[in-house]
Structures are given as structure tokens and as C-alpha cells.
């Protein structure tokens, strides 16, 4: 158990709704990373907040927002879906922001779109 | 730009040695990451090199060469249990994300 608790395990939508994914990092991490693994792409970077700031952006499409909130939890909305958007989205959670610190990774959500 | 090769596959039996290879390309350079992932699960940090050099934490070791763009983890006496794939990340040029390759499933056998 790494500590980081996502909701749901399991979503199921279908093409042109909206879903919030929602992330707890482990107590005492600052930075909150969302990542999207699907069969083809593999891991992909989507966005990162550490302590309530954007602090940096992947290939995350205009679709998708994320926030972190003040007790540091954090959400993605992704909105007007698409079937390409059926995936497994993870989160990941780090002490701070410092380049040798090993992200956490939670145990996912798994988008299907139908 | 940044690229990541892994092989895609790799068997091995029981109580064999296994080295899974990763080179890459990157504009910058923050360290290098090994994490495991069982299928359907979360990925687990394994290791993390930054420097040239060695890193053993018992039965699994990491390998890194800057100059080379090439790191290699080293997985001994496998187990059953150490059928997953296996990732290598490298910090984007930023320090923040980590950048994954696709990826190597790894099949142990007995």
C-alpha cells in the first residue's frame, strides 16, 4: 500500500460526459501528479501541483483540468470524453518537489468509455 | 525531445539472473528511475540513479552511464513473483515529471 488512495477504482461513462477523478497523496506529500497508461502509449506525464500550484504540464489536453486544494487533495475533470479517452489515470505523490524524490503511485482509476 | 527504448519482452526461469536494458535521449538530465508494475496494479518504485555507477538494494541492482544515455536493472534469484513489467523513467528536463518508456514484461517460468 503506497499510501496514495484514488476514487473510483472503476468509471464507467459514456462519449461526451464528464467524470472527476479524485486523489489523496500520502500524508505529508506536497506534490500531486496525474499520469494516463493506456495499452498503446504507455505511461504518460499529464500535469503536476505541488502545494496547490501548477508547477508543470505533459500532454495533457485542453479537455482535462486538474486542481489541488488546500488539504492538498486532488481532482481531474475530464469532460466531453471521447472513446480514445478509455485508460487506466493514475496518481503519484512526492515529499516535495525535488528531483531525486521517487514518486507514489496510487492504485489508479480505470476509465471506460463506451 | 525525450526517448526511452526498453525491450518489449523477456523470459527468464526461476533462480536465473535477468538484465532488462533502457537507453535514452533526453534535452537535460535529472536521474534515472526503475519501477515495477504487476498487470492492473500500480507502479512501485525500485530504484533511482543519478550518478555513474552501481546501486544494489538486495536482490535487484540499477546500472547508470551518462555518457552512454544507458541504464540497466539487474533482477537475481528470480522469483515467480517477479513476473511484471518493468519501467524506466527519466525526470523531464524541468526536474518535475517523470518521462516512462513503454516498458518490459518480464515472464518468469519454473
Known amino acids: 500500500d503506497s499510501g496514495v488512495t484514488q476514487t473510483p477504482k472503476h468509471l464507467i461513462t459514456a462519449t461526451g460526459q464528464r467524470v472527476t477523478l479524485r486523489c489523496s497523496p500520502r500524508s505529508g506529500d506536497l506534490s500531486v501528479y496525474w499520469y494516463q497508461q493506456s495499452l498503446d502509449q504507455g505511461l504518460q506525464f499529464l500535469i503536476h501541483?505541488?502545494?496547490?500550484?501548477?508547477?508543470a504540464k505533459g500532454n495533457i489536453l485542453e479537455r482535462f483540468s486538474a486542481q489541488q486544494f488546500p488539504d492538498l487533495h486532488s481532482e481531474l475533470n475530464l469532460s466531453s470524453l471521447e472513446l480514445g479517452d478509455s485508460a487506466l489515470y493514475f496518481c503519484a505523490s512526492s515529499v516535495g518537489a525535488g528531483v531525486d524524490q521517487p514518486q507514489h503511485f496510487g492504485d489508479g482509476t480505470r476509465l471506460s468509455i463506451l | 525531445g525525450q526517448n526511452i527504448d526498453q525491450p518489449t519482452e523477456m523470459t527468464a526461469t526461476e533462480g536465473a539472473i535477468v538484465q532488462i536494458n533502457c537507453t535514452y535521449q533526453t534535452s537535460g538530465f535529472n536521474g534515472l528511475f526503475w519501477y515495477q508494475q504487476h498487470a492492473g496494479e500500480a507502479p512501485t518504485f525500485l530504484s533511482y540513479?543519478?550518478?555513474?555507477g552501481l546501486e544494489e538494494k538486495g536482490r535487484f541492482s540499477s546500472f547508470l552511464s551518462r555518457s552512454k544515455g544507458y541504464s540497466y536493472l539487474l533482477l537475481k534469484e528470480l522469483q515467480m513473483k517477479d513476473s511484471a513489467s518493468y519501467l524506466c523513467a527519466v525526470k523531464n528536463q524541468a526536474g518535475t515529471a517523470l518521462i516512462f518508456g513503454k516498458g518490459t514484461t518480464l515472464s518468469v517460468s519454473s
Open positions: 501541483y505541488y502545494n496547490g500550484e501548477e508547477r
Open positions: 540513479n543519478v550518478l555513474d
